[in-house]
T-cell receptor, first 116, second 113 residues
Framework: GAVVSQHPSRVICKSGTSVKIECRSL??????MFWYRQFPKQSLMLMAT?????????EQGVEKDKFLINHASLTLSTLTVTSAHPEDSSFYIC????????????FGPGTRLTVT | QKEVEQNSGPLSVPEGAIASLNCTYS??????FFWYRQYSGKSPELIMS????GDKEDGRFTAQLNKASQYVSLLIRDSQPSDSATYLC?????????????FGKGTKLSVIP
């Protein structure tokens, strides 16, 4: 149980375009999902907390107008990187909280974004 | 400031040995702790959770929690080369029901054949 999927696994886009990343909980309903970013050889950085049916809560320093998060259902959250720039190239990972084990988070496989 | 501290390593152990990974945390109110394993280029995978003082064993893994010392450890017995990865310690951030986790920076483990 507690399987989280992400799509796409890799994406290459041109500077100035937007990219949407999907995160799905496959076998449980996730009222809360989280979005992280990880640069090479660095630790996970929490970007935002996504709650179903309400606005996401962004961490300090994360631009909410650049990283749009939508959590429209109990199994799907999306992250859209708008007007992407090369410095946005990173490994984006979502996680979902299993309501049956409230503090446990299960991670998706991640999306590697390259902006050219 | 909620902090979780880990030795970044690298920690090298020979195959078959016991690998010991350590973690300290600052928030005395933390009640649960998690160990994640992250292979290079992959996302973290939850391998152990521990909620009570003492030891919790799962196969070759044993998590140890000492709330008085604010210390969590992970022991890997009979280490295998496939255990080579970065191990992340995490504790919930007790802010307004957010269920966020605070992660340590991770300890890189290398198991030498």
């Amino acid at each position: 149980g507690a399987v989280v999927s992400q799509h796409p696994s890799r994406v290459i886009c041109k500077s100035g375009t937007s990219v949407k990343i999907e995160c799905r909980s496959l076998d449980f309903q996730a009222t809360t999902m989280f979005w992280y970013r990880q640069f090479p050889k660095q630790s996970l950085m929490l970007m935002a907390t996504s709650n179903e049916g309400s606005k996401a809560t962004y961490e300090q320093g994360v631009e909410k107008d650049k990283f749009l998060i939508n959590h429209a259902s109990l199994t799907l959250s999306t992250l859209t990187v708008t007007s992407a720039h090369p410095e946005d190239s990173s490994f984006y990972i979502c996680s979902a909280r299993d309501p049956g084990a409230p503090n446990e988070q299960y991670f998706g496989p991640g999306t590697r974004l390259t902006v050219t | 400031q909620k902090e979780v501290e880990q030795n970044s390593g690298p920690l090298s152990v020979p195959e078959g040995a016991i690998a010991s990974l350590n973690c300290t945390y600052s928030d005395r109110g933390s009640q649960s702790f998690f160990w994640y394993r992250q292979y290079s280029g992959k996302s973290p995978e939850l391998i152990m959770s521990i909620y009570s003082n003492g030891d919790k064993e799962d196969g070759r893994f044993t998590a140890q929690l000492n709330k008085a010392s604010q210390y969590v450890s992970l022991l890997i017995r009979d280490s295998q080369p496939s255990d080579s990865a970065t191990y992340l310690c995490a504790a919930p951030y007790s802010g307004a029901g957010s269920y966020q986790l605070t992660f340590g920076k991770g300890t890189k483990l290398s198991v030498i054949p």
